[in-house]
């Protein structure tokens, strides 16, 4: 049987949320969009029929779970109003990572865009 799920990758930040999809099918992580607001993710889960949501959770080098209010706040309300699985994923150096893809760096929105799908694939491929 194949796995129809639709998959969304989260990587939030206070100025912006970088977002990535995929489906359970090609278990493919792909850029989506950067969006600013809580409101915009779920409107993307509804134009995007998303299954599970898969949030970065900001982790300290040391492996502890950051203490970041705004965060576990933007946890909370996700998995209130959007009645979806909210699955977390270790982001420590996502960002990083997204930067080392482009020599250059990435403008900041495409950057957090490709650390969503970063986060996304590393779910996709531990599952």
């Known amino acids: 049987m194949e796995n129809t799920k639709k998959y ?14 995929a489906d359970g099918e090609t278990n493919l ?3 989506l969009e950067t969006v ?16 599970i949501v898969v949030l970065g959770a ?5 492996g502890e779970a950051a203490d970041n209010p705004l965060w576990l706040s933007f946890l909370e309300q ?5 009645g979806r699985l ?15 893809l482009d ?3 990435t403008e900041k929105a495409e ?3 490709i650390a969503a799908t970063l986060i996304l694939q590393d779910y996709l491929d531990r599952n």
């Open 8 to 21: 969304l990758g989260i990587d939030w930040g206070e100025k912006r949320i970088g977002l990535a999809t």
């Open 29 to 31: 992580a792909l850029p």
């Open 36 to 51: 600013e607001t809580l409101a915009d993710v779920l409107k993307v889960m509804k134009e995007e029929k998303t299954d």
């Open 58 to 62: 900001p982790t300290k080098m040391s």
């Open 78 to 82: 996700l998995k209130e109003r959007s």
């Open 86 to 100: 909210v699955e977390l994923v270790d982001e420590r150096l996502s960002s990083l990572a997204a930067d080392s």
């Open 103 to 105: 020599g250059q760096g």
């Open 111 to 113: 950057r957090d865009e």
